[in-house]
């Protein structure tokens, strides 16, 4: 499946599977920092909607 | 419903300034400010009344699919023509109107800070609610572009493009002078909602104006049809989903009192959602004319769609971890869980779906049609209620005038979901099946297509049931909440202090520059979301308009008559895309009933693509040729004398009516500014050439013993109807 739809439009296969590397290097951006985060600063963002004193 | 605008001195709304400012011992300097509920209030009623009207649509087009009387006999009632009203008034009436009564809400509180703008908060109401009556106004009147969610004309696109800017302003207005420091995850995915909706809508409404309330779409086609559902796809994710999960990340937190499950898990799942959920879009088209590669793009990023959504269903029902107590003892709550249930089974279902073998069934069927109201009934519904029922008590400083409704209105809501699922899914299967079932000889068993309909009558009914119990709940929310209004004194501006922000920042503690750099600042917030919705959607649509061999073309294709580009346009006016598609798919159950399978090269002059989504009645890409002039006539007169118990309406001031023919040039004049051929000659003489084949047909009917003028309506439909899908058989004539 995936070589009939790179093979179909020329020069499809660099932009596509630059798009999904994009996105896979995004992702593990994403998830090294949410790694590495610090929790405290994790648990007071979390609990903005609940700072809310008029409720 | 009383307004209180009693203020302290220091408390005037709307605007904050220096003076006001008050010295806290030991703390950063403290603001006195206001929330602006007048604005949140505004919304909510907006959605409770339009929800209702939405919902009465609704179930007044449900039993029109069993009891064709339902139509009314009008012509602005038919189901063709008031089927976009009941999807318009629910998506963006009803749920519009949620989503920013929601916004209005929590972002003024997690930004600490009254909306940047009272008069653009304002416009932004009353553009939105006139947005809606232009609509329940044009539709009926059968002024609609017929592409799905966005079937208003121009002007309107025109106007939710402005309202849509306001409310941009306004919301990043409102980010920019805020008092906390940190952007909460629901802010980004209001942000993500913003600017991909303003992407979607500009770019599916590229049209071509032929006069104040009619134009045609720059695509043609496949194109139009990949346009199209990249839009519809990503409607129902950045106006139905992204939204709610903002507001479901603030408003869960608040009713179950505790912070959100897993906020890293709300980031993660934040970004791998808006990046994936853009591609997905082609799986509408699946056994389309649609170049190959990308419905395999679209089915493969609908798999990967699991797992965000997911993330996100997850995360809302484990945030009420170790209080589940509470959801027995509080309905809201309930609301709350069953909404998010049924986003977790809509978001399982639709990969699901996306699969070809799947979709092979369940696509123009019944099945998708229960597919997509478990999303909207029970996560945009039932999240819009419980939001509701938790507002309004708050707003107006009084408890919720009876609970007992409220308790009411969960069961007869739930039990409305079921009825109407469960039947539509048992339709949609029973429906597809039969389609595609042969006898033992090899011919098709249910070779009538009506035969089918026939047997999802009682289907049909239960659905109507059910979406009647559902509008019941939904009319005994608006009673409790109004007494609740009528009983309270609404806060129009709620008091709040908060710190000023330091206008120098030190980061503390072991988290990154970068972190903190990004997540601060809403404009990064935003290109970064834009950058991830570019990357999928250019890449669908850039080789569907650039590659010349994704859409071969047929040379014996033509543009349209003069008459047959009139008669089109009437299929459009009547809504006929809504019951009948134009797409035989390549499988034999479809060749055998209806002809060839449908081709790219054939739709390269259909602006817009008609190619539906929904098969009540047969597919017409074979129409032309068919039937006689005659057969045409007597069906669009009465559809039960040509088809016996058919529930198509009847059409019978089609006969009755003059045609404009005066808009014919203009017409084909904006068809060749967008690419059909037209020459100078046929345009200067097409009111000529029209007259001539309406001629043509008024000759043939008479032979049949039937008189009509040459310049009705009917004779223009007749036309179009004639020359659907024939372009392709003098190719095959011309081969033999």
Not at chain 1, 1 to 21: C, E, N
Not at chain 2, 137 to 142: A, K, R, S
Not at chain 2, 206 to 215: A, G, N, Q
Not at chain 2, 239 to 267: D, E, H, Q
């Amino acid at each position: 499946m995936f070589r009939q739809f790179i093979t179909k439009i020329p020069g499809a296969d660099v932009y596509m599977v630059t798009s999904f590397l994009t996105f896979l290097v995004f992702f593990v951006l994403v998830g090294l920092y949410l790694a590495l985060v610090d929790r405290n600063h994790i648990k007071h963002i979390s609990r903005l909607p609940l700072d809310d004193s008029n409720d | 419903m009383n307004v209180s605008l009693k203020q302290t001195p220091l408390d005037a709304p709307g605007v904050d300034s220096p003076d006001r400012r008050k010295p806290i011992t030991g703390k950063p300097v403290a603001e006195r400010f206001e929330y602006d509920n007048l604005i949140v209030r505004n919304f909510g009623v907006a959605t409770i009344i339009w929800g209702v009207v939405g919902m009465l649509v609704g179930v007044l087009i449900a039993s029109q699919l069993f009891s064709p009387a339902m139509n009314l006999g009008t012509q602005y009632t038919t189901f063709g023509r008031i089927r976009p009203l009941h999807t318009n008034a629910v998506i963006f009436a009803f749920v519009g109107n949620a989503i920013f009564m929601g916004v209005y809400y929590s972002l003024q509180r997690l930004c600490k800070a009254r909306m940047f703008s009272d008069l653009l908060s304002k416009i932004h109401f009353w553009g939105w609610q006139l947005i809606i009556v232009a609509a329940a106004l044009t539709l009926p009147l059968g002024m609609t572009t017929s592409k799905e969610y966005a079937e208003l004309e121009w002007p309107i696109d025109i106007a939710i493009t402005l309202i849509w800017v306001v409310f941009g302003i306004n919301m990043f207005g409102t980010i920019i002078k805020r008092r906390e420091r940190h952007l909460y995850v629901a802010i980004w995915f209001y942000i993500a909602t913003f600017i991909t909706v303003a992407v979607l809508h500009l770019v599916n409404s590229m049209e071509v104006p032929v006069s104040f309330l009619k134009s045609y779409s720059m695509y043609a086609g496949v194109q139009d049809a990949l346009v199209q559902w990249w839009y519809g796809h990503n409607a129902v994710a950045f106006f139905l989903t992204t939204p709610f999960l903002g507001l479901m990340y603030y408003f869960l937190p608040k009713m179950a009192n505790r912070p959100v499950y897993s906020y890293k898990l709300s980031i993660l799942h934040f970004w791998a959602l808006i990046f994936i959920y853009i591609w997905a879009g082609p799986h509408h088209l699946l056994y389309s004319s649609l170049p190959d590669w990308a419905q395999s793009l679209g089915v493969v990023f609908s798999i990967m769609l699991i797992a965000p959504s997911w993330g996100g269903m997850l995360n809302g029902l484990l945030t009420l971890r170790g209080a589940w107590d509470k959801v027995r003892e509080d309905t809201i709550l309930k609301f709350m869980v069953v909404g998010v249930t049924a986003y977790g089974m809509a978001t399982f279902e639709g990969p699901m779906l996306s699969l070809k073998n799947v979709n092979a069934i369940a696509h123009f069927t019944d099945w998708v049609v229960s597919h997509v109201h478990v999303g909207a009934l029970g996560w945009n519904g039932f999240l819009t209620f419980a939001i509701l029922y938790w507002l309004i008590p708050r707003m107006y400083h009084t408890p919720l005038y009876s609970k007992k409704l409220l308790n009411i209105h969960f069961w007869v809501g739930t039990l409305g979901i079921i009825f109407y699922a469960v039947p539509m899914y048992i339709s949609g299967f029973a429906q597809g099946m039969m389609w595609k079932e042969f006898t033992p000889e090899g011919v098709l068993k249910y070779p009538n297509f009506l035969e089918t309909t026939m047997q999802l009558i009682p289907m049909h009914m239960m659905r109507a049931f059910g979406g009647t119990l559902y509008l019941a709940g939904a009319i005994l929310m608006a009673y409790n909440l109004f007494k609740t209004m009528a009983a309270g004194t609404l806060v129009a501006n709620e008091p709040a202090e908060a710190p000023v922000l330091a206008k120098e920042y030190v980061a503390t503690g072991h988290d990154t520059y970068w972190h903190r750099w990004f997540e601060r600042k809403p404009i990064p917030l935003l290109i970064g979301s834009l950058v991830m919705i570019l990357i999928g959607s250019l890449i669908e649509l850039i080789p569907t308009f650039m590659v010349a061999s994704n859409v071969p073309t047929i040379t014996t294709v033509q543009p349209y008559t003069a008459l047959e580009v009139q008669g089109r346009d009437l299929y459009i006016r009547e809504g006929c895309v809504n019951c009948h598609s134009q797409l035989v798919r390549p499988f034999r159950s479809e060749t055998e009933r209806y002809g060839e399978y449908s081709k790219a090269g054939e739709f390269v002059y259909d602006h817009p693509f008609l190619w539906g989504s929904k098969r009540t009645g047969p597919d017409l890409h074979r129409e032309g040729g068919k039937y006689p002039d005659s057969w045409h006539y007597h069906h669009m007169r009465d559809p039960n004398a040509m088809s016996p118990n058919s529930i198509m309406p009847a059409y019978p001031w089609l006969i009755d009516q003059k045609l404009d023919a005066s808009s014919t040039q203009a017409k084909l004049k904006a068809l060749k500014s967008v690419g059909v051929p037209y020459s100078d000659m046929e345009i200067a003489y097409a009111e000529a050439d029209m007259d001539k084949q309406a001629q043509a047909i008024t000759d043939r009917l008479s032979k049949d013993g039937i008189k009509v003028d040459k310049d009705r309506e009917i004779v223009a439909l007749i036309a179009y109807l004639q020359r659907i899908g024939t372009d392709i058989k003098k190719l095959e004539t011309a081969q033999k």
